[in-house]
T-cell receptor, first 111, second 113 residues
Framework: KAGVTQTPRYLIKTRGQQVTLSCSPI?????VSWYQQTPGQGLQFLFE???????NKGNFPGRFSGRQFSNSRSEMNVSTLELGDSALYLC??????????FGQGTRLTVV | DQQVKQNSPSLSVQEGRISILNCDYT??????FLWYKKYPAEGPTFLIS?????DKNEDGRFTVFLNKSAKHLSLHIVPSQPGDSAVYFC????????????FGKGTRLHILP
């Protein structure tokens, strides 16, 4: 069974640009969650989608948004990038929101 | 407000000895707890979990203990091996409410030769 796939693995963007990250969950998993990992801050919850609906949202500004498609694939978008957005973005899928199998992450660097 | 706290950013343990990683939580609604292990440049991988109806769960070298009254859990690794060097995240959730999993900030474990 294929694991969670995130693309791209690495990304360099300039301040002010926008970026879209993609996540393909494990087959059969309908819940997809996104986390931001920065040094010293652990895994900070961004949002969770289930069957194309956002069910939970973390404390991030509106520049961070996401969506989920009918095949459970999910995308995360960050607009007007800031230097502080540089982080590892992790996607996790599960049969429910309390189950999480992680992808390898997308390393975003904002310069 | 940090609902899941890992107060030790790092821990060094001699190979072959026991590693004990600690975690505290503040939300008494949490009833399911998980530990994840993360190597650099990889996503976290699930290690072991425990339901609040238990106070101990064991899987090979890994044992998780839960003290509900103290809102505290710990992960014991024995014996510690070089491949155990990684960041360990404690996490908690409320089963059945489809709520999110809350992670701690992680503890970096160094296994010394």
């Amino acid at each position: 069974k294929a694991g969670v796939t995130q693309t791209p693995r690495y990304l360099i963007k300039t301040r002010g640009q926008q970026v879209t990250l993609s996540c393909s969950p494990i087959s059969g998993h309908r819940s997809v969650s996104w986390y931001q990992q920065t040094p010293g801050q652990g895994l900070q919850f961004l949002f969770e989608y289930f069957s194309e609906t956002q069910r939970n949202k973390g404390n991030f500004p509106g520049r961070f948004s996401g969506r989920q498609f009918s095949n459970s694939r999910s995308e995360m978008n960050v607009s007007t990038l800031e230097l502080g957005d540089s982080a590892l973005y992790l996607c996790a899928s599960g049969r429910t929101a309390t189950e999480a199998f992680f992808g390898q992450g997308t390393r975003l660097t904002v310069v | 407000d940090q609902q899941v706290k890992q107060n030790s950013p790092s821990l060094s343990v001699q190979e072959g000895r026991i590693s004990i990683l600690n975690c505290d939580y503040t939300n008494s609604m949490f009833d399911y707890f998980l530990w994840y292990k993360k190597y650099p440049a990889e996503g976290p991988t699930f290690l072991i979990s425990i339901s609040s109806i238990k106070d101990k769960n064991e899987d090979g070298r890994f044992t998780v203990f839960l003290n509900k009254s103290a809102k505290h859990l710990s992960l014991h690794i024995v014996p510690s091996q070089p491949g155990d060097s990684a960041v360990y995240f404690c996490a908690a959730s409320v089963v059945g409410r489809d709520d999110k999993i809350i992670f701690g900030k992680g503890t970096r474990l160094h296994i010394l030769p």
